[in-house]
């Protein structure tokens, strides 16, 4: 079965305009219920502190405040308000170094760009359906980093269900 949008509110930031325009257009195409737009970073934490979208779709390289500066601060407000907003980041560029930084700033999900309508609309239905819990430990709040759960792990960071 099909995933349905059409009760998600979207923010879109991008500060190139016609990517962030072709986007939208791509979540209209897909029914999204509203779709926001920001060409930078403040634009779009302001945006989501009126709007409380249900997912942010970011760009990495932005003016005056990056895609990892605007997850941190969202990170920042779901910890106030008991909540984790999906957070998918984009970018050009996906060594494993930046997909790790931007994993441990709190994204849920990295895609790779371009990335055709097909990824996007995968990524976005993953995230909503396959919501991540929540971790508040050491400096970090935002969806758990594992993507599995093993038990084959028995070092001394392993989590036992209870998050000193």
């Given at each position: 079965?099909?995933?349905?949008?059409?009760?998600?509110?979207?923010?879109?930031?991008?500060?190139?305009?016609?990517?962030?325009?072709?986007?939208?257009?791509?979540?209209?195409?897909?029914?999204?219920?509203e779709?926001?737009?920001?060409?930078?970073?403040?634009?779009?934490?302001?945006?989501?502190?009126?709007?409380?979208?249900?997912?942010?779709?970011?760009?990495?390289?932005?003016?005056e405040?990056?895609?990892l500066?605007?997850?941190?601060?969202?990170?920042?407000?779901d910890?106030?308000?008991?909540?984790?907003?999906?957070?998918?980041?984009?970018?050009?560029?996906?060594?494993?170094?930046?997909?790790?930084?931007?994993?441990?700033?709190?994204?849920?999900?990295?895609?790779?760009?371009?990335?055709?309508?097909?990824?996007?609309?995968t990524?976005?239905?993953?995230?909503?359906?396959?919501?991540?819990?929540?971790?508040?430990?050491?400096?970090?709040?935002?969806?758990?980093?594992?993507?599995?759960?093993?038990?084959?792990?028995?070092?001394?960071?392993?989590?036992?269900?209870?998050?000193?």
């Amino acid at each position: 079965m099909a995933f349905n949008f059409k009760n998600i509110k979207v923010l879109i930031a991008d500060d190139d305009a016609t990517i962030c325009m072709v986007i939208a257009n791509i979540f209209r195409t897909l029914k999204v219920k509203e779709c926001l737009t920001a060409h930078d970073g403040e634009e779009a934490l302001e945006l989501f502190k009126q709007h409380k979208p249900d997912l942010v779709l970011t760009d990495w390289n932005m003016k005056e405040m990056c895609g990892l500066d605007l997850a941190r601060a969202i990170r920042q407000i779901d910890k106030e308000t008991n909540g984790v907003t999906p957070v998918i980041l984009t970018s050009g560029y996906a060594n494993m170094e930046k997909v790790k930084e931007a994993i441990d700033t709190g994204v849920n999900e990295f895609l790779l760009k371009p990335f055709s309508v097909n990824d996007l609309a995968t990524r976005v239905a993953y995230v909503i359906e396959n919501p991540r819990e929540c971790i508040d430990i050491q400096g970090y709040f935002g969806p758990d980093r594992r993507r599995s759960d093993t038990d084959a792990y028995e070092g001394p960071d392993r989590r036992n269900g209870e998050v000193n």
